[in-house]
């Protein structure tokens, strides 16, 4: 076969496969739709709905204002990777550890919810128990309990070995990010 034909033959194929496989129509953007679409969340359509309302936004917590990402001033550990739950951004996080035989535990967790009320979504609190996680508070260095350890956009900043109150924490929080240029 000659070049030419064959130059041709390709041609002629490529825009057959481009006529027949280009097909939009209403039905095959159904079918499409259909694939990413729940019964609770329904397929955004670019032509029917602003562009504002296909983007996510969630309500900053400090404000109630749509912008900032959501998430829990105070949780506690479950087993996910803990990179994701220190490499927050934005944020300081405070890494707690405890046990739920420690007094001085109970009086920390009080502490730690009304500090991150106070602090109005900077600071975001995590609280592991080392009894139900011991291979991730051997992975810390976890000697005593509570320790709390400090995180800024990923970065571990502090230690801290000891019970305090809401003012104390939020001091100790202020103090740090101060001397590291927050």
């Keep these: ?6 130059i041709i033959l390709l041609t002629c194929t490529s825009a057959l496969i481009l006529l027949t496989g280009c097909d939009d129509s209403d039905s095959l953007q159904a079918d499409r739709a259909a694939r990413f679409t729940t019964a609770t969340k329904p397929a955004p359509n670019p032509r029917r709905e602003p562009l504002e309302n296909l983007i996510r936004r969630d309500l900053d917590v400090s404000t109630g204002l749509p912008g900032a990402p959501r998430f829990e001033l105070f949780s506690e550990y479950k087993g996910e990777d803990i990179r994701q739950v220190t490499g927050v951004a934005g944020r300081s ?3 707690v550890f405890t046990a739920p035989w420690c ?3 109970e ?3 009080k502490s730690l919810q009304t500090m991150a009320e106070q602090e109005k979504g900077g600071v975001q609190v995590v609280e592991v128990n080392a009894d139900t996680f011991p291979v991730l508070a051997q992975e810390f260095n976890i000697a ?3 320790t709390t350890i400090l ?3 990923g970065v571990k900043l502090r230690t801290l070995e000891e019970a305090c109150t809401p003012e104390e924490l939020t ?3 202020h103090n740090v990010l101060s001397e590291n240029g927050e």
């Design 151 to 153: 995180y800024t956009e």
């Design 144 to 146: 005593k309990v509570p």
């Design 1 to 6: 076969m000659s070049l030419a034909l064959r």
């Design 93 to 95: 996080l405070l890494l």
């Design 107 to 109: 009086t920390m967790r």
């Design 103 to 105: 007094p001085h535990c």
């Design 171 to 173: 001091h100790f929080i």
